[in-house]
């Protein structure tokens, strides 16, 4: 982090933004006030433009916004920034990089390498200029509207994103960022980015979720007494907390470190969605029936939370990937 | 990391490179060869100055800050040195107790004995004060110059061996429960006291139980004032200031090799069930090595939380339980066979079914995890306390 702006100064001005309660607020007011903020430059190298911080800062915002249940292509648009910020050499890159760190929509998917040409979990692809697409040694950033792309509008049970399918097509158009052996290895450096923020949107949801869920038990009353009264119950948000406490520490960890694997960004995002699943379905259950209307807001914290699970590869996946590489350490 | 903290850890690595105990693991088969080598390896480590960092800087050996305490923690977990199990109580409990309560002649009565070698116990716990601490009920009347002792005392570690004990009595049934106790220092070949090692289950004995049958402590043993105990006890109880936890979990962390060599061992290297849980369980180790980093971070910047120290030892404690377990999963029938354990070997030796069970040491020692869960939900989050006032006769009072 430089000198001159601090993670407790970002993470005032990140409470200021979007920690006043409003939960799941306008995406439109949302993203002009990320941009505003300067959040979108914020990893970007000074002489490109940005700020120069790392991911001590995009943690805060990550948590942020995940605090919040802020809408919007946020993570897609920093992949998209990040690949530009290393197409070093092209032309058209200045100008791409400035709009996209100025709020033009860019976005990505959030599901990964396509092996199929179909990229999937693309958020506002409706309202992108481009979208990045990273295909095996290649990756290059496509207007949305080349001819013969399509995109096609996935519902989600999770309404705070809007996720879309996109398939380039054949025409092969689009600006060529990355080839080859440095495709490669941009597009893992992208992957444990995705997977850092969905840590980070997970831990700051999970934290959200649980003081929401403690306030609730301290005014529900039933036998005469606050539920937050119960022991049974106590233990319960007492485990949450240690569960989230310990994956917290171990994101900040990781944002200290020069780089983080794709494993060990793997193995960080599946124990922050896990420990995000568990505790918004711990909230459902803790708040009782009115935890299962639409007039509170648990449902949205669950459906945020399994949607994480699912996108940039899930614990299960991660899980064993995160087993093999302490194997070969082991064995080394 | 500043340069002189950097240069600490290159001293340190350096002398345990030269110094540190090699085949330990293997020789401490029995209680006497444990003693020895705890013996040694104590009064080495405070010839080299490493013994007692966290004392205050007037006694050799102290006045090192708490990042240099990590430091030398970290280096002797990375060199799997042995822990100092039997001085443990000694130069933590003990000395830290005597100075903050410790009369200037107390002080130097029992300090430099410590450095020598002097072995205390800790006699709080009762068969019925455990996590209620404050039930304690041996008794302590005072005749003349002499406090007249009786009662019985439950897990007093390495108490067998100990030369010394910090007992926590009861003076007074009026008030409340806290205002009645009183703390004495024990020399435990006062006659009138027995000691007798505790079974555990895994076969060690890390623990004993105090017998005092009319046992006279003299009134100048007495560390604050008649009913002043359960103060005196919280001093004792908050002195290790969280280095054994992050010790312990970068133990935990250089033990997972112990799992994957087993994976190997039984051919389970493509078995995706293993892979998952052994995933699951190092990233559960580096998070609660994280958290203990943090808790220490914290504590030394002065900006800890009431409770905060409960999160690393429910997050230590509970880890501990699963990496035991998968090693014991592993393990299958050949953990199932008795092997003799390592006295002294930690918590993860390779002998699965002991370690096993001896992880329930964490889980139930040093305030139970239910006990951690209250203090997170009730000082940590503020949650409300539980009415008092149940009664065994009539419930509600």
Known sequence: MSMNVSRAELQDAAEKAFGQGDLAPDAEKSWNLIAEMGWLMMAVPEDLGGLGLGADATGVIHTALGRALVPGPAMAQMLVIEALSAADGLTARDDLLTRAMGGEVMTASLAGVSTTGLHACVPDADRASQVLVVEDARILLVPTDSAGITILARDTWDKTRRLFDITPGESGGGLVLAEGDAADALARRLKAQLLFALAGDSLGGAEAVLAMTIEYLGTRRQFDRPLAMFQALKHRVADMKTWLSAAEALFWANAAEASVSVVQAGALKAHATTVYRTIAEEAIQLHGGIGLTMEHPCHLFLKRAMLNCALGGDADHWEEQAGRRALEIGAA | ?397
């Open chain 2, 1 to 397: 990391m500043t340069d002189a903290l950097e240069r600490l850890r290159h001293d340190v690595r350096a002398w345990l490179e030269a110094n540190a105990p090699r085949g330990w693991r293997e020789s401490c088969t029995s209680h006497e060869a444990f003693l020895d080598m705890q013996r040694g390896w104590f009064a080495k480590l405070a010839e080299a100055g490493y013994a007692v960092p966290h004392w205050p800087a007037e006694w050799p050996g102290g006045g090192r800050s708490l990042a240099e305490q990590k430091v030398i923690y970290e280096e002797l977990a990375r060199a799997d040195t042995p822990r100092l199990l039997l001085s443990f109580m000694s130069t933590y409990h003990a000395a830290c107790t005597l100075f903050e309560w410790g009369s200037e002649a107390q002080q130097k009565q029992y300090i430099p004995r410590i450095l020598e070698g002097e072995i205390w116990c800790q006699g709080f716990s009762e068969p019925n004060a455990g996590s209620d601490l404050a039930g304690v009920k041996t008794r302590a009347e005072r005749q003349g110059d002499v406090y007249v002792v009786n009662g019985q005392k439950l897990w007093s570690t390495m108490g067998q061996f100990a030369d010394k004990c910090l007992l926590l009595v009861r003076t007074s049934t009026e008030g409340a429960k806290q205002a009645g106790l009183t703390y004495l220092l024990l020399d435990l070949k006062t006659k009138g006291v027995t000691a007798r090692p505790i079974h555990q289950i895994h076969g060690d004995e890390e623990f004993a139980e105090l017998f005092l049958d009319n046992v006279e402590i003299p009134v100048e043993d007495r560390l604050g004032e008649e009913g002043q105990g359960w103060a005196v006890a919280q001093s004792t109880l908050s002195s290790e200031r969280g280095l054994t936890l992050l010790e312990l979990s970068a133990r935990m962390r250089g033990a997972l090799w112990r799992i994957g060599d087993l994976i190997r061992e039984t051919g389970r290297e493509n078995d995706v069930g293993i892979l998952r849980d052994f995933g699951r369980l190092t990233t559960r180790v580096d998070a609660t090595c994280a958290l203990a980093d943090q808790f220490l971070a914290n504590r030394i910047a002065g900006v800890e939380r009431v409770g905060d120290a409960s999160l690393v030892k429910l997050s230590y404690s509970r880890t501990l339980r699963e990496f035991t377990l998968l090693g014991l999963r592993l393990g299958g029938m050949d953990a199932q066979y008795h092997t003799p354990i390592t006295f002294g070997g930690g918590m993860e030796t390779g002998n699965w079914m002991a370690d096993f069970m001896n992880s329930y040491a964490w889980t139930i020692a040093g305030g139970s995890d239910e006990v951690q869960r209250n203090i997170i939900s009730e000082r940590l989050l503020a949650m409300p306390r539980e009415p008092k006032g149940w009664t065994l006769a009539g419930g509600a009072a």
